[in-house]
C-alpha cells in the first residue's frame, strides 16, 4: 500500500512526520517556500514554491499526482483543496478541516455557533477602530491574535487602552499569508492550559492521548509535559469537545485541540489537523505510539487499537539567539548526551533569528512531571547554537 504523500511545510514537525511514513514504506515529496528545510532533508524529493500562490500549488499538485496532501503549516492556498478533493487525491484530514482551521475566524465559529463548545468571548476586526470596538466588546485585559499565523506570532495582551494600538501593529506583522484580520477575545482566568492530541480513524474510534500541558512565552511554546496532573471531569468535559469538533470538521489524522482550564472546566481555544508543536514530549516515548507515527497510521487508514501512555516524560525548547545565514553550530552536544533519560533532537534548519526553534531537548522517567520539566530545561540550556 504504497503511497504517494505530498507535505506542504517541511519544518520540524514535518520532518518527523516524513520519518513516521518512510518506516512505514511511503513515498513524500516535501514541499516549502525555501529549500534546505528540515523535512526536505528526509524526503524523497522536494519542491520549492510560494503555497500562497493557487498556480503554483496546482501546478506542483499536477505534476506528482499525489495519493495525498498533508498540510503541515497555515500559509497555503487551503480553497484549492476542495477541488483536490474532487480530483479524488484525499487531502488530510480533510478539505473542510484543512480550510477551516487554517482560519481562526472558521474555526472559532464552527465550535462556537454550530458545535456549541464553550469558548471565550471574541470579536473580528479588520481595522484598528474595529479592534477598539471588539475591545469595548470584550473588557480589558484580552488577547488580539491574527486570523492567520502559527506558533504565536503576532499575538499580544491589551492590559490597558494604550496597548491596542500596539496590539494591532503587532499582528499586522505577525499575520501569515494576505488575511489582515484579527479575533480578539475575553480573558480567561485559566488554571492552566492543555493540548488534547485527539486522533480520528477511518474505520475506528476516536483516541485521546494523555493530556499536555505546556508553557507559553512571545504565543510560543517554551516547555511541554506529558501527562498534565488534571481534573477528569474537566478532561472527559475536554474530550467531549474535542470529539465535537473534529467530527464537524471530518476526516483521518491527528488534532492538536487546545484548552484553557478553570475552576468551572473547558474552555475551547484553538485546533491544529495535523501534529502539534507541544506534542514533541512524545519524542521521549511517553506513548506506544508518537504524535507522528499516530498521524501517519491514522492518515493511511491503519487501525490504532489505542494510545498508552507508556511513562512521564517533558521536553524544553532551544532557541537561536541572533540571525545569521550561516549553517548552525551546535556546541554542548557531549554535556548533554551524558544526562541520563534525557535526548534530544536538532531539526535541521539552515538559518537562524532571534527565537526561532533550532532543537527540543526531552526527558522522560517516573518522576513527576515538574521534576522532568526543569531537567529537560538544563539540557536545553547546556545546548548552544553558534
Keep these: 500500500m504504497r503511497k504517494k504523500i505530498l507535505l506542504l511545510g517541511s519544518g ?51 505534476k506528482h499526482q499525489p495519493d495525498l496532501i498533508v498540510p503541515e503549516i497555515e500559509a497555503i492556498r487551503t480553497e484549492r483543496f476542495y477541488d483536490y478533493e474532487k480530483q479524488g487525491i484525499q487531502v488530510v484530514p480533510s478539505a473542510k478541516a484543512a480550510n477551516f482551521t487554517m482560519n481562526r475566524k472558521a474555526i472559532r465559529d464552527l465550535a462556537a455557533i454550530e458545535v456549541g463548545v464553550r469558548t471565550a468571548t471574541y470579536r473580528y476586526a479588520t481595522s484598528l477602530d474595529e ?17 492567520m499565523s502559527s506558533s504565536g506570532k503576532g499575538q499580544s495582551v ?6 491596542i494600538e500596539k496590539a494591532w501593529n503587532y499582528a499586522m506583522e505577525g499575520s501569515r499569508g494576505d488575511l489582515k484580520e484579527v479575533i480578539v477575545e475575553g480573558f480567561i482566568d485559566f488554571n492552566y492550559e492543555i493540548t488534547l492530541l485527539t486522533v480520528t480513524q477511518k474505520d475506528g474510534p476516536t483516541l485521546f492521548c494523555s493530556p499536555i500541558g505546556h508553557r507559553q512565552e512571545r504565543g510560543d511554546y ?12 474537566h478532561l472527559k ?60 497510521r491514522a492518515v493511511l487508514g491503519l487501525p490504532i487499537p489505542e494510545v498508552k501512555l507508556l511513562r ?4 524544553a525548547v ?3 539567539d541572533k540571525e545569521s545565514n550561516d549553517t548552525p553550530v551546535f556546541s554542548g552536544l557531549n554535556e548533554a548526551a551524558a544526562v541520563p533519560n534525557s535526548d534530544f533532537k536538532i531539526f535541521g534548519k539552515p538559518t537562524t533569528r532571534p527565537y526561532r526553534r533550532m532543537a527540543v531537548a526531552l526527558t522522560y522517567g517516573s518522576e513527576n512531571v515538574t521534576e522532568l520539566v526543569e531537567k529537560a530545561k538544563i539540557v536545553a540550556r547546556i545546548i548552544k547554537v553558534n
Design 12 to 62: 520540524e514537525l514535518g520532518k518527523e512526520f516524513v520519518i513516521a511514513c518512510q518506516r512505514l514504506g511511503q513515498y513524500v515529496i516535501a514541499v516549502d517556500s525555501y529549500a534546505g528545510a528540515p523535512a526536505m532533508q528526509v524526503a524523497h524529493e522536494f519542491e520549492v514554491i510560494n503555497m500562497l500562490d493557487g498556480a503554483e500549488l496546482d501546478h506542483i499538485v499536477a
Design 312 to 315: 512521564n516524560g517533558a521536553s
Design 158 to 163: 491589551i492590559k490597558t487602552e494604550a496597548d
Design 237 to 296: 468535559e475536554a474530550q467531549e469537545m474535542a470529539e465535537k469538533v473534529t467530527h464537524a470538521l471530518g476526516g483521518a489524522g491527528i488534532w492538536g485541540v487546545e484548552f484553557f482550564i478553570t475552576k468551572e472546566g473547558a474552555y475551547f481555544s484553538e485546533l491544529s489537523p495535523r501534529p502539534h508543536d507541544t506534542g514533541m514530549v512524545t519524542l521521549a516515548g511517553t506513548q506506544n505510539f508518537s504524535e507522528f507515527e499516530l498521524h501517519a
Design 131 to 147: 479592534l477598539k470596538a471588539g475591545v469595548a466588546e470584550t473588557g480589558i485585559p484580552c488577547v488580539v491574535k491574527p486570523l
Design 318 to 320: 532551544i532557541l537561536a
Design 222 to 233: 517554551q516547555e511541554s509535559w506529558q501527562p498534565m496532573p488534571m481534573n477528569s471531569e
